[in-house]
């Protein structure tokens, strides 16, 4: 044990300086390359089942899903999907998955799938069915929604909106505002949309 203790003190300071800057730089990278191994799969099954073309079947939910993924897949307000799973509504609640939130909340498993699975498909279905306006509880428009989330959410048409903005409807009712900006090359990019259509909410959308 002493020799190795004084081996381990001959070790060059510059070296000892050097592996800790390659542990430090593995717990920067390895949470970015899974979160990008995340988003990646996100984006993937999106188009594997034509998300873009709005109304996805309830029964595409899966358990990796987070609430915002769900809320903004299926344009349905976050205030829904927190009101009946009964999550209180915050930022980091919104961005955790499914069957992490289900594992938490101690609700286990119903015909093979977490608990929150069946509620959150229930609770699309009654949305769909009965579409109410929310507002939007994050206070403000960000580049993660869609027009039609906001429409829905606000209860200002989704063709308005886009008549405001002055930006085509046709296939880009569901696509985030950050890829939308982009794409269409939107006068002053991703940020300046958001504040066309945060305008618009803060003058026609609808109280609760």
């Known amino acids: ?11 060059p300071k510059v070296l000892w300086v050097g592996l800790l800057l390659i542990v430090i ?23 594997q089942h034509n998300f873009a ?3 996805p079947s309830p029964d595409l939910l899966r358990p990796w899903m987070s609430i915002r993924y769900v809320a903004v897949a299926y344009a349905v307000p976050e205030k829904i999907l927190f009101d009946a799973t009964g999550i ?4 980091e609640a919104s961005l955790i998955a499914i069957n992490r939130l289900n594992r938490e909340a101690g609700l286990g498993q119903a015909n093979g ?11 699309i279905l009654a949305y769909r069915a009965n579409h109410v306006v929310t507002g ?4 403000k428009v960000e580049g993660w929604m869609t027009v039609q989330y906001v429409a829905n959410s606000t209860g200002i048409p989704a063709a308005t909106i886009f008549a405001v903005i002055n930006v085509p409807g046709n296939g880009n009712a569901y696509k985030p505002f950050d890829l939308l900006g982009d794409e269409i090359n939107y ?4 940020a300046a949309l958001l504040e066309a259509v945060q305008k618009v909410v803060d003058e026609q959308g609808k109280a609760p």
Do not use: D
Not at 3 to 11: D, G, P
Not at 88 to 91: C, D, G, L, S, V
């Open 1 to 11: 044990m002493k020799s190795m203790i004084t081996k381990l003190k001959s070790i």
């Open 25 to 47: 730089g593995l717990a920067i990278m390895i949470p970015k390359a899974l979160g990008m191994l995340e988003f990646y799969r996100e984006v993937q099954f999106a188009s």
């Open 53 to 55: 073309a709005g109304n």
């Open 88 to 91: 209180q509504p915050k930022r």
């Open 113 to 123: 799938s977490p608990v929150l699975i069946n509620t959150i498909r229930e609770a």
């Open 136 to 139: 939007l509880i994050e206070k």
């Open 187 to 190: 006068p002053g990019g991703p």
